[in-house]
Structures are given as structure tokens and as C-alpha cells.
């Protein structure tokens, strides 16, 4: 009787266990390497609604893009690691365009002149769109809550499932790994 107990709770502990490990996002194998500091949240939860500007001063946000993969990075000029990691975020939307994949850089930077400034910078680093955010409130609206550079990772169907805060490498076999997990996904 008391060999039965004991395999019934350990049984019982392992469906436990199983069940506790199935509710848990496969992404956390991601975090290595250059993105060791990856952020997966156990659950999955809606992108920020917060409204961002386009180039052409059109309000913009995250749900715009929903059906995508979006990798959206927020920066600003003043911030020395987001303009290092841009080019590596150039890389990246080079190498998956064409695909369901997006990357979107949010220039939080406040005045018309830091603006342009933001706007020429990312046109050196094509095929990235200008979106900006004067208000510098989405950085406070993503996990990170106001980290600088921030990038997070959000699904087809509009939910955040990653985020790093601080510079990246994100052309690096890390970064493309976590993408082809995300574009494998159904949508």
C-alpha cells in the first residue's frame, strides 16, 4: 500500500511538473549567447496599444501590424548602444525581407531637430522605417519599462513574446534563431 502511495504522487508531481513546463514559451531555450538576458514571460500578453508616429506624422501602433512577426526596437539618438545596435537590426531586416517578419525602430527622441536627426540616421541603415515616439512613453508601455535600446518580440497574432533590454547583436545566429521560432509559428 505505501509503494502505491508513493507512485501515486510521483505521478501525480510529474503531470504537475508536465503541466507547469507545457504553459512555459519553448523561447527561453533562445536565451544564450548574445541574448543570454532574454526575457520570456511565462504567458503571453497583448502589445501596448500606445500610438507612435510614421514617418509621413500618421498615427501609428503595434496592432497595425498584426499578422507579422514584429521585432520593434525603441531608441533614441542620445542613447550610444541603440545607434551601435542599429546596423546589426539593418542586417536582420535584410536578411528576412520579403517574409512575415518586421523590424520596426521607434526613435523616442523629443524635439523637431533630435527628429531629423533620428529620421537621416535610419535612412543610413535601410531597409528600416522611421517611426517615432516624442512623447517617450512606449518604452515605459513594453517590459522593460523604460530601458534603452529595448527590443521586443511580438507574434503574428499581436502578443508580446520577448523582450531584451540593452544593446544586441541582432543579425547573430542567437537573434535569427529566436526569428525562425517565431516565423515557424502558425499564424
Request: with cysteine.
Amino acid at each position: 500500500m505505501g509503494a502505491a502511495i508513493v507512485l501515486l504522487g510521483l505521478i501525480a508531481g510529474g503531470v504537475t511538473l508536465y503541466a507547469h513546463q507545457a504553459g512555459k514559451s519553448d523561447l527561453s531555450r533562445y536565451a544564450t549567447g548574445q541574448l543570454a538576458a532574454l526575457v520570456v514571460p511565462d504567458a503571453p500578453s497583448a502589445a501596448p496599444d500606445h500610438a507612435f508616429k510614421t514617418r509621413d506624422g500618421e498615427d501609428a501602433n503595434l496592432n497595425d501590424f498584426r499578422g507579422k512577426v514584429v521585432v520593434v526596437n525603441v531608441w533614441a539618438m542620445w542613447c550610444a548602444p541603440c545607434r551601435t545596435e542599429m546596423p546589426t537590426l539593418a542586417t536582420l531586416a535584410q536578411a528576412y525581407e520579403g517574409t512575415d517578419l518586421l523590424v520596426l525602430p521607434v526613435n523616442v527622441d523629443a524635439t523637431p531637430d533630435q527628429i531629423a536627426a533620428g529620421a537621416a540616421f535610419i535612412d543610413d541603415h535601410a531597409p528600416l522605417p522611421f517611426y517615432s515616439d516624442p512623447s517617450f512613453q512606449l518604452p515605459f508601455e513594453l517590459p522593460g519599462k523604460g530601458a534603452m535600446p529595448q527590443t521586443v518580440l511580438i507574434d503574428r497574432q499581436g502578443r508580446v513574446r520577448a523582450s531584451y533590454s540593452g544593446g544586441a547583436d541582432w543579425a547573430g545566429p542567437e537573434a535569427r534563431a529566436l526569428v525562425e521560432a517565431l516565423l515557424a509559428e502558425p499564424g
